[in-house]
């Protein structure tokens, strides 16, 4: 293709020879390549540019390149044009350029060449200034106007003129056939011949004639049958776009700043539209605005409402307010200039109208989400066709009945959607058409009914069972379909209707049908998001939330009725953002509570629940803490919330489900905070209270009937409760929540301290304990007064189920069960009443007895595997479940309650008689109510009386096979204690006082080896361990069940008379426990009254010492738990002056220590405090409280031995054949041994009186040294002799009783303390042994009183030990042993005021209470001065005693002959002393009675008294109550011990012989010899020997 480039230059220079031949062959073969025909003509007009342009450079002659062109020209046809096409291409570079020759070459060329490109064709082609050169054309201006006027002419002048003003015949014509009547049978394919004849005849535009046919349909839209088709046929003659774009003319025609587009052109387009005669994307883009404007404008209204919002929020001064008015007026005048019309919605609507839902839907998503509904006539539009397509749907199921409506006339359009005939058909076009219309359903009421209507039906028959499988399926779609609506729809719309009430119940109708998760789920996306889904709803949020903090503002108890209306008013449409308000409100100012509750009386029934929602919502918000800063408290938010559900429960009709189904879920989660709202719930709601401030009075009313607990059991008199509980009680049993609410809270009430109490305070811990429990108790309490007894039975399994597989506490179950027993029994012994018809009171007892076995005998059988096989040796699984299964209801009546509230209606009664101002007609009804309510309480008490006594007859015949004691007896009482009294005691403050009555009732049926004395014993002797263990309110009903034993204790302790009736000759009183299935003790086996008011003494000082110890230790808990028991058992404890005051000591320190420190703590001792000193009037000195003299020594009076190990067994029997079965043959020689090593150390102490001050401290530090060690030494001891106590089984009540106190550690509580004790009580003492044998020597006894001194002492002993512990108290023993002397008459009245001393029997003891009396006058009121003689001899002695400890025991009649001695010397300085010390302690008490004493002064000066008054180093220790726990008992305990073993000496000596063993024999042989020369010395020094004894025994 050599034409592609430049012609070669050679060809040029050598034209004529070879140049034009080439040219030409090239041409040539051009020419024929018919292949690429684009191709070769680009390249032959390139070829024959190259050599023009030659030309034109000079480079080739025109003559020569004309010769060659006309060639050329006969290759191709279009030759010529080619040329012309460079030709022009030359003209304009050459007209470009200024060489002048090169435009001539040009002109040149072209002229040689003018006959191979015809004229024409250059004409058309050059420039006319080229032209006017050639010569081709005259003038080149004029040849521009001419080619002007030319194209005017051809392209712009119309060639018809048939417009209207021209040739308006046509158009008239066309007209008068539009307009005419259509009535007739004139169709559109008529009239469309017609307009084809005027076209063609009057020459009319067609377009202009489509045009006025849409105009005149316009006009006349009714003639929808004509038009259409009429259209449809015309456009078949025109182009498809030509209609859309006649109506996008007319659209745009109004798209003015002004325009007002009219609806007869909208609804044309929308008819058009319908019949799919133009698209509508087509017609879409002639609208306007454009859809970006569109957005811009919804974005900008989201802006507008959030602003709005802000300055609602916004905190705005007055002076600024007025400001900002008026600038939002100027906004306002502003925003009235009105925008052009939107044309997509003015379409939209008419779509809607005529039906066109498609078309509707497809404008709908190309605008923001309710973009298109927010106005008005859409929405309206919108609703008209929901209306018309659900029309026969509603007809059939949604019209009420009774209610006529007014029926929807149907749109005359086939092409409009299928009107719904069944559900299903909803879920096709109607329910989508909902969710474009939102929250503006609003704007039709109606419609928003009959949807509500339709959805009720829908739910009555989604509910109804009769559905196939498939169908179910398609029902279940449909729920959910039904869902969704009502979530984006229907409450959307409610929140912007104006207060309508109606449409909230009508709502509700619908809502009730819905399960509650279903409905709340509801309220949340309500009140959470759609609020901000919408700018018109985030304004009507902003508006809710200030109106409700103007109405919250002013809300009082005072306008309770206005501001109740405004709430009600604002709630209908809006009652999540109220009530969310509401309650924030209420959680910071908890006053507010009753005027909300009252104010909500205006609320319908769906705002109710959906306030359920909101407190729940509230209740579970997480970003809350549920405790205080201090870690120690419940939340007040919390609190408050709670006590808002319980009233706002009670007083309106709200489902609870959802509440009670929270509090269980936290509760499966083990969060036991939420239990307060169930408790406030149940309070308020059937009027059942926990509370552990309730008075005696109305705990015996608790005890009555149901009338009774309403009239009096309560604080508040809450009335009307029937409803409320009623409602409470269906919803726990619709929702299957009752039983798993009561185990939960059984099992969280365990789970509290491990689950939630790690981190928290011990206090917290303690509370929510209580809370768990307290709500237990109470919630159970309301389900047993208000199920049915069937749906009790169907719900609450048997108690072995309960225990083993839903793991409750025993106690808990039982209290689950009992109800059910009760209900039971009482049906099955009505039934058998109506069976047999007799009337006679042993007939119905018979009766009653019958159905108790047949309901308890299943019972009788599952308890047993709640616990060991071996607790049920000692008691019968039916006294067990007796036990457990009744309650106070079935042992006492209370007629005092009684008597009091039919007395308070008397009283009632006789006021309105009274009252002058009441109407009476009101006087009346008020008087009929009270009589009623009189007569009630009167045929309840009856009712209960009778029921009573059948119980009593029951247990009267159930009672011998209760306690088995296959064991002990001791055994025996610590499993009662252990698994019946102390677990209950501290369930209810009823089961407290139930506790305590039960004990007396088993006494007073005289219970087969029940031991009375032995069970209050245990009650009252170490109460440390089990107030220390107790919460909060245990501590209080512990406080209450030892009250009410007391008082019981009390009563029988106050008359001999009552004592010698109620226990006189009972089996619980007998002393002397002989093996099982013996228990006709004679008289003399009987605890007589004296020595039972020792015991009680013994019992008071116990629990002194419990409460001192508990003061003192600085805890919290053991503190608080102390102060409560001691505030509850006040009415009968403390009654011993001298306990009193070192109780209140100890209070008032606690006052001053924790007034800083810890104020509850404070408050409650201040409390105390103040009660106790009002009761100071009421306390009696000891030896009123309980002679101190001893009875004759013939008189068969036996006392209680106290000692540790027989811990208040009733004889000394006891500790006689215990000790004698105990003892083995090694311990008596050891003991032998030790009381001869005790003598020769009392002998030479004697020697030692001038040492006393400097001798008495060292020993008590020496002292505690070395029996810390003996401690050590006796423990291994002590279990061997645990082993060998079990084994002889010859007599096991006498051993039990000696045993007393070593079985203790079975029972919980007192478990190391005993243990402590038996430890010392069996092993040998050197020192203490040896003092003691000495004192033996000295009296005259038999053997086994002696025996028994040493044990007792021995114990004694240990125990004293065991109180050196406290360093203080060591360290200050030194320093005040030079104060000793000064202060030496008030410290004994102290110390010894505080010990509970009980006459030894000896032949002189008549003298020497002569002779303690006349001390008495002037010593404190128990104490003798003789004891100061003794006293100063035996802290000799101790001293001496330890320095010497090492020293080895001497031969025995050496020993005796020093005793002698030695005797002799300290009976004369004692009686020296004794005249002394009287003088000196009268002074001094006069001194120092009124002051209060150092608690370590006292203590030392108490234990220095105490070393001299027992002759054993171990007192060198003790100190009163009041300064260590543990401190006196042990001195009291040592003295019974020692008299009741002389006293009884005699009379049992045989029996006991036998029984006891080998080693025990040899000891009482050589205890024999001991007592003959005994004898002999006593009737040498008798007298003084006596002396001395006194003394000590006063002292103790």
């Not at 010698?1060 to 099982?1076: D, Q, S």
């Not at 009540?1293 to 029972?1307: F, H, M, R, V």
Request: proline share 4%; glycine share 4%; hydrophobic share 30%.
């Amino acid at each position: 293709m050599a034409a592609a480039g430049a012609l070669p230059a050679e060809w040029i220079k050598n034209w004529e020879k070879s140049g034009k031949s080439e040219f030409l062959q090239l041409c040539r073969t051009l020419s024929e390549n018919k292949s690429h025909e684009n191709v070769t003509f680009r390249d032959i007009q390139q070829a024959l540019y190259e050599l023009a342009n030659h030309v034109v450079k000079g480079n080739l002659k025109h003559d020569q390149a004309s010769n060659v062109l006309s060639d050329v020209i006969e290759f191709r046809d279009d030759m010529s044009s080619i040329l012309a096409d460079v030709f022009c291409i030359l003209d304009i570079e050459t007209s470009c350029l200024e060489e002048k020759s090169k435009r001539d070459h040009f002109t040149q060329l072209v002229l040689a060449c003018l006959y191979l490109v015809s004229d024409t064709v250059l004409k058309e082609r050059l420039d006319p200034e080229t032209l006017e050169s050639l010569g081709l054309i005259k003038q080149s201006q004029q040849f521009n106007q001419k080619s002007v006027k030319i194209k005017t002419k051809l392209f712009y002048k119309q060639q018809k003129f048939n417009l209207l003003r021209e040739e308006n015949e046509g158009y008239a014509k066309l007209i008068a056939e539009l307009g005419q009547d259509l009535s007739g049978n004139i169709t559109s394919d008529l009239i469309l011949e017609n307009i084809k004849s005027l076209i063609g005849c009057f020459n009319l535009d067609p377009n202009r004639v489509l045009d006025i046919i849409l105009e005149v349909y316009e006009c006349r839209p009714e003639y929808d049958e004509f038009f259409v088709p009429l259209i449809e046929s015309y456009m078949y003659m025109c182009e498809p776009q030509t209609l859309c774009h006649i109506l996008g003319f007319k659209f745009k025609f109004y798209q003015e700043p002004n325009g007002e587009t009219p609806s007869s052109l909208y609804r044309v387009a929308a008819v058009l539209l319908q019949h799919n005669l133009i698209d509508l994307e087509d017609l879409y883009v002639h609208l306007l605005p454009v859809d970006n404007a569109i957005l811009e404008e919804h974005k900008r209204e989201i802006v507008e409402a959030k602003q709005i919002v802000r300055k609602l929020t916004m905190v705005v001064l007055s002076s600024e307010k007025t400001e900002e008015k008026e600038k939002e007026k100027d906004k306002e005048e502003e925003k009235t200039e009105k925008p052009p019309d939107n044309q997509k919605l003015g379409l939209l609507e008419a779509l809607l109208k005529v039906g066109d839902w498609q078309h509707a839907q497809s404008i709908m998503d190309q605008m923001p989400p309710f973009y298109a509904t927010s106005h008005k006539p859409i929405a309206i539009a919108l609703c008209q066709l929901v209306h018309v397509t659900i029309e026969p749907l509603y007809r059939r199921v949604g019209v009420p009945k009774g209610a006529k409506g007014s029926p929807i006339s149907n749109l005359q359009n086939k092409r409009a959607p299928k009107q719904a005939e069944s559900f299903e058909d909803l879920r096709k076009e109607v329910f989508n058409m909902l969710c474009y219309l939102g929250p503006h359903l609003s704007h039709d009421p109606i419609l928003f009914a009959k949807v509500v209507r339709l959805g009720k039906a829908f739910m009555k028959e989604f509910q109804s069972d009769g559905n196939k499988q498939e169908d179910k399926e398609k029902m279940e779609i449909l729920f959910s379909c039904l869902l969704n609506i009502t979530d984006q729809v229907l409450l959307p719309s409610l929140t912007l209707m104006d207060c309508n009430a109606c449409m909230s119940e009508e709502l509700w109708g619908m809502f009730k049908t819905f399960p509650y998760q279903y409905r709340y789920r509801l309220y949340g996306q309500w009140k959470n998001e759609t609020y901000n889904s919408h700018p018109l709803l985030v304004k009507v949020k902003a508006q809710t939330i200030d109106r409700a903090k103007y109405i919250m503002k002013r809300l009082t108890k005072e306008n309770v009725k206005p501001s109740g209306r405004q709430i009600g008013k604002l709630s209908h449409s809006n009652p999540t953002i109220l009530f969310d308000y509401i309650l924030s409100q209420i959680q910071k100012y908890d006053n507010l509570i009753t005027p909300v509750v009252d104010s909500l009386k205006y609320l319908t029934s769906l705002n109710y629940d959906v306030l359920a929602y909101c407190i729940i919502e509230a209740l579970a918000n997480p970003e809350k803490e549920r405790m205080k800063h201090d870690d120690t408290t419940i939340s007040s938010w919390l609190q408050s919330l709670a006590s808002f559900c319980g009233a706002v429960f009670r007083k309106y009709p709200i489902e609870l489900a959802g509440l009670l189904q929270y509090v269980a879920n936290q509760l499966k989660a083990g969060k036991s905070f939420d239990l307060l709202i169930l408790k406030e719930v149940v309070q308020k709601m059937a009027g059942i209270e926990i509370t552990e401030e309730m008075t005696m009075e109305q705990l015996e009313a608790m005890t009555g009937g149901e009338q009774l607990k309403a009239e009096g059991g309560y604080f508040g008199q809450i009335r009307n409760t029937k409803k409320s509980s009623q409602r409470l009680k269906d919803a726990l049993l619709d929702h299957d929540l009752a039983l798993p609410l009561c185990l939960l809270m059984a099992q969280q009430r365990n789970g509290v301290i491990f689950q939630e109490g790690g981190e928290k305070h011990l206090k917290l811990v303690g509370k929510l304990y209580d809370q768990c429990h307290d709500t237990l108790v109470q919630f159970g309490g309301f389900l047993a007064s208000n199920l049915s007894t069937e749906d009790y039975i169907k719900r609450v399994p048997s108690i072995d189920v309960l225990c083993n597989e839903f793991h409750t506490p025993h106690d808990a179950a039982f209290f689950l069960s009992r109800p059910m027993y009760a209900h039971h029994i009482s049906s099955k012994y009505d039934e058998l009443k109506k069976a047999e018809k007799g009337n006679k009171q042993q007939h119905k007892v018979h009766k009653y007895i019958t159905s108790c076995e047949l309901v308890m005998a299943p019972v009788h059988d599952a308890v047993i595997s709640l616990h060991l096989p071996k607790v049920w040796d000692d008691i019968s699984p039916q006294f067990y479940a007796t036990f457990w299964s009744l309650t106070m209801y079935d042992l006492a009546v209370p007629h005092n309650s009684y008597d009091r509230e039919v007395n308070k209606l008397k009283v009632q009664m006789k006021a309105i008689d009274d009252n002058q101002e009441m109407p009476p007609n009101k006087k009346k009804k008020e008087k009929e109510r009270c009589t009623a309510l009189q007569d009630k309480l009167l045929e309840e008490e009856k009712k209960q009386l009778e029921h009573v006594q059948r119980v009593l007859q029951r247990l009267k015949l159930e009672k011998d096979n209760w306690l088995l004691a296959k064991s002990t007896k001791n055994e025996t009482i610590t499993k009662f204690l252990q698994l019946c009294i102390f677990p209950r005691c501290i369930f209810s403050a009823i089961d407290a006082v139930y506790c305590a009555h039960f004990v007396e009732l088993v006494h007073q049926q005289k219970t087969p080896n029940f031991s009375t004395l032995l069970c209050y014993d245990r009650v009252f002797s170490d109460i440390i361990y089990t107030v220390a263990s107790c919460t909060e309110n245990e501590a209080s009903r512990y406080g209450r069940f030892l009250c009410c034993m007391l008082e019981t204790v009390t009563r029988w302790h106050s008359d001999r008379n009552i004592y010698e009736k109620e226990c006189g000759n009972y089996p619980g009183f007998l002393t002397i426990l002989r093996a099982t299935g013996f228990d006709g003790g004679n008289k003399a086996d009987q605890l007589d009254y004296e020595n039972f008011r020792h015991v009680v003494h013994k019992w008071h000082y116990k629990l002194t010492k419990a409460s001192v110890h508990c003061l003192e230790t600085g805890e919290y808990t053991h503190i608080r738990n102390i102060l409560i028991v001691l505030t509850k058992i006040l009415p009968w404890y403390p009654k011993v002056l001298n306990l009193g005051q070192a109780l209140e000591r100890r209070v008032h320190k606690i006052c001053q220590e924790e007034k800083e420190k810890r104020p509850d703590l404070y408050a409650l001792a201040m409390g105390y405090s103040g009660q106790l000193k009002s009761r100071k009037p009421y306390m009696v000195p000891e030896n009123e409280f309980h002679h101190k003299d001893p009875p004759a020594r013939n008189a068969v009076a036996a006392t209680v031995q106290n000692g540790p190990g027989g811990a208040g067994l009733p004889a000394s029997l006891t500790i006689n054949a215990a000790k004698l079965e105990e003892s083995t043959a090694e311990e008596t020689d050891k003991l032998k041994e030790k009381t001869q090593g005790a003598v020769k150390v009392i002998n030479k102490a004697a020697n030692a009186t001038p040492k006393v001050t400097t001798s008495n401290g060292n020993s008590a530090s020496n002292s505690k040294i070395i029996k810390e060690k003996d401690d050590k030494e006796k423990s291994g001891k002590e279990k061997d002799k645990e082993k060998k106590e079990k084994t002889p089984a010859a007599i096991p009540e006498t051993k039990a009783l000696g045993k007393d106190g070593k079985d203790k550690p079975k029972e919980e509580r007192a478990n190391k303390d005993d243990k402590s004790r038996e430890t010392k009580e069996k092993t040998p003492k050197s020192d203490k042994e040896k003092e003691k044998a000495k004192k033996e020597e000295k009296t005259p006894k038999d053997e086994k009183s002696k025996t028994v001194v040493t044990n007792a002492e021995s114990k004694f002993a240990a125990e004293k030990e065991r109180e050196k512990e406290p360093s203080r108290e060591r360290d200050v023993a030194k320093d005040m042993k030079s104060k000793e002397n000064i202060k030496g008459g008030e410290k004994l009245s102290v110390a010894g005021s505080l010990k509970s001393p009980v006459p030894r029997s000896e032949t002189s003891e008549s003298e020497r209470e002569q002779k303690r009396r006349k001390v008495d006058t002037h010593s404190s009121p128990s104490h003798s001065s003789t004891v100061k003689d003794s006293l100063s001899e035996l802290k000799d002695s101790s001293a001496k005693h330890y320095i010497n400890h090492t020293t080895p025991a001497l031969s025995k009649s050496k020993e005796r002959e020093v005793d002698k001695k030695d005797l002799d010397k300290s009976r004369e300085r004692s009686r020296e002393r004794e005249k002394k010390d009287e003088k000196d302690r009268k002074d001094r008490k006069r001194d120092h009675s009124n002051s209060d004493r150092e608690v370590p002064q006292d203590s030392t000066k108490r234990r220095k008294e105490e070393n001299g008054t027992t002759g054993s180093s171990k007192h060198s220790k003790s100190e009163s109550p009041s300064d260590s726990p543990r401190s006196n008992e042990k001195e009291k305990e040592k003295n019974k011990s020692k008299s009741s073993g002389k006293e009884k000496g005699d009379s049992i000596k045989t029996e006991k012989m036998e029984k006891s063993s080998s080693g025990s024999k040899k000891e009482s042989r050589h205890d024999k010899e001991k007592t003959e020369k005994k004898e002999k010395r006593d009737s040498a020094g008798g007298k003084e020997e006596k002396k001395h004894h006194k003394s000590s025994d006063k002292h103790r």
